[in-house]
């Protein structure tokens, strides 16, 4: 199983980005899915999640109704829309997926290798 990102880049304080995650091979439908990020010397904290359905969706309270994560079982896609950025979600995000139901803990067997977002003006 591959995961891949892309999407990441610079944006100025109050703009958009929309990061995009392809997994390959595996069973994605049966996947719930994550993304996850991680600033120089922290851990990897937990940002948001989708159930394998789509039906369910969880936030990091930082980012509660300013991102929004979405998924298409058919093309093996999970985004992330992230809107009103701040300077503090600064990060390297990370997609993440496991075969089980959402955890804000970075158990997830399969991972990308990160895609860079800076928010500074």
């Known amino acids: 199983v591959e995961v891949l990102e892309s999407g990441g880049g610079s944006v100025q304080p109050g703009g958009s980005l929309r990061l995009s995650c392809v997994v390959s091979?595996?069973?994605?439908?049966?996947?719930?899915m994550a993304w996850f990020r991680q600033g120089p010397g922290n851990e990897r904290k937990f940002v948001s999640g989708?159930?394998?359905?789509?039906?369910?969706?969880y936030y990091d309270d930082s980012v509660k109704g300013r991102f929004t994560i979405s998924r298409d079982n058919d093309k093996n896609t999970v985004d992330l829309q992230m809107n009103s950025l701040k300077p503090e979600d600064t990060s390297v995000y990370y997609c993440?997926?496991?075969?089980?139901?959402?955890?804000?803990?970075?158990?997830?067997?399969?991972w990308g290798r990160g895609t860079r977002v800076t928010v500074s003006s």
């Open positions: 993440a997926a496991r075969s089980s139901i959402v955890t804000t803990r970075p158990n997830y067997g399969y």
């Open positions: 091979e595996g069973t994605f439908s049966s996947y719930a």
């Open positions: 989708i159930s394998w359905s789509g039906r369910n969706t």
